[in-house]
């Protein structure tokens, strides 16, 4: 199962702007009086971006900060998630910059997260020229793959923002072993309980790295299992695992109720295949589907699909 990257970075940027700020780009973080706190201005981008028409969109994050001299300036956030070079990625850089200080005249700083694994894709430059007139765009850069080598240092941080990307740089890093890749996301929900965070950011920061860190069915249930054993254990019942286990639970005991009410035991023989079916959103549907179904058939092609690619 494909992970997404892009959904859970935008979350993470607006539950966690000031520790993003502090652990990637330090020395904009050092300048900024976050005594008054920040603004999310990520609708005002909206109406930049549809005016750009630049194609495929990343993860944007436009906000306002105030610095330290007492001055307000605007700051743009571009994520670049994607595992290949792009020659549009500088351009696009000094579009929605220049966009934003033509359309309401403040400063901007562009910072730009390179969250691709390519560790020698390093753009940081836009420049053009004509006739003798220059036009060039120069901005600070932090490259993920770099901070691979600080593991143990983003593990023991205290930093909620380090944990997240220790879970983006683990999911690359585990692509194709599902078996590590289960092992890190355990490692890392429980190394939460110890680090001294409060609850909310206990359950925020689970369901980031559960979302970036995509397990095949059965090594998710048994992560699910693991995790409400580690909360019996700690005596924290932060996380959602175990509202999920009970959701999918409670949905496959109304499909079963339903097949044998609808089609009896042919029916039934339908639920060795969905107790195999993980995702929540498909039991919904199934469940669904049971109110109009007329053949046991019908329903199965539901899940078929998904299992079928």
């Known amino acids: 199962m494909a992970a997404d990257y892009d959904s859970p970075?935008?979350?993470a940027l607006d539950a966690y702007f000031d520790p993003f700020l502090a652990l990637?780009?330090?020395k904009a973080h050092a300048q900024i009086d976050w005594s008054h706190g920040w603004e999310s201005l990520d609708k005002e981008f909206q109406q930049v971006v549809r005016e750009a028409e630049l194609g495929r969109r990343f993860v944007d994050k436009l906000a306002k900060v105030w610095t330290k001299s007492g001055?307000?300036?605007?700051?743009?956030?571009?994520?670049e998630v994607q595992t290949d070079r792009d020659a549009d990625f500088p351009l696009r850089?000094?579009?929605?910059?220049?966009r934003i200080f033509d359309r309401y005249n403040k400063p901007v700083a562009s910072l730009a997260v390179l969250a691709d694994d390519d560790?020698?894709?390093?753009?940081?430059e836009f420049r053009q020229e004509m006739f003798g007139c220059e036009s060039v765009l120069r901005f600070p850069t932090a490259k993920l793959v770099d901070l691979a080598a600080r593991e143990a240092e983003l593990e023991a941080s205290d930093n909620p923002f380090s944990k997240v990307v220790l879970a983006h740089l683990k999911t690359f890093e585990t692509r194709g072993d599902p078996g590590r890749r289960h092992a890190w996301k355990l490692r890392l929900v429980r190394g939460l309980y110890e680090r001294g965070l409060s609850a909310k950011d206990?359950?925020?920061?689970?369901?980031?790295?559960?979302w970036l860190m995509v397990l095949p069915p059965p090594l998710e249930e048994a992560f699910d299992q693991e995790i409400e054993d580690a909360q019996k254990e700690k005596h924290m019942p932060?996380?959602?695992?175990?509202?999920r286990v009970g959701i999918r639970k409670a949905l496959r005991k109304g499909i079963q109720s339903l097949l044998k009410v609808r089609f009896g035991d042919e029916g039934l023989k339908l639920m060795p295949e969905i107790e195999s079916v993980y995702d929540a959103d498909?039991?919904?549907?199934i469940l669904q589907a049971l109110e109009t179904a007329q053949t046991p058939d019908e329903v199965r092609r539901i899940w078929l699909p998904a299992a079928e690619k």
């Open 282 to 285: 498909q039991l919904e549907a």
């Open 119 to 124: 560790p020698h894709w390093r753009p940081s």
């Open 9 to 11: 970075w935008k979350e």
């Open 71 to 79: 001055s307000e300036c605007w700051v743009l956030i571009h994520v």
């Open 24 to 26: 990637l780009f330090p």
């Open 93 to 98: 850089m000094y579009v929605y910059h220049y």
């Open 202 to 210: 206990v359950r925020e920061l689970f369901r980031l790295i559960d």
């Open 238 to 243: 932060y996380v959602t695992s175990i509202e």
